[in-house]
């Protein structure tokens, strides 16, 4: 079992930055794959990003060159790092993990909101 809490979230200006964490609780964090999903208001879940226990980054390409994920295993903790911010990345950022091997997500934190407006 893993608990996902995600912050960083806030009220930022069209071309400012933001960095999103979200912290699992539990054992074994390298071995999970973690992803972020957004859903703006209307709108229908959206990929964003992924990094997975081999360290493969993937990025939706509305968010490519500008967002990067990490993680610290260590710290069982993944970031997402949104430069450049635009209005329609105003959204509710979610983090999510699926166990090696598994064949979807399985864990899903409670979301952290991302207002981007001038």
């Known amino acids: 079992q893993v608990q996902l809490v995600e912050s960083g979230g806030g009220l930022v200006q069209p071309g400012e930055s933001l960095r999103l964490s979200c912290k699992a609780s539990g054992r074994s964090f390298s071995n999970y794959t973690i992803g972020w999903f957004r859903q703006g208001p209307g709108k229908d879940r959206e990929f964003v990003a992924t990094i997975s226990w081999t360290l493969g980054k993937f990025y939706s390409d509305s968010v490519k060159g500008r967002f990067f994920i990490s993680r610290d295993n260590g710290e069982n903790t993944v970031y997402l790092q949104m430069n450049s911010l635009k209005t329609e990345d105003t959204s509710a950022y979610y983090c999510?993990?699926?166990?090696?091997?598994?064949?979807?997500?399985?864990?899903w934190g409670q979301g952290t909101q991302v207002t981007v407006s001038s």
């Open positions: 999510t993990a699926a166990l090696r091997g598994a064949s979807e997500y399985e864990y």
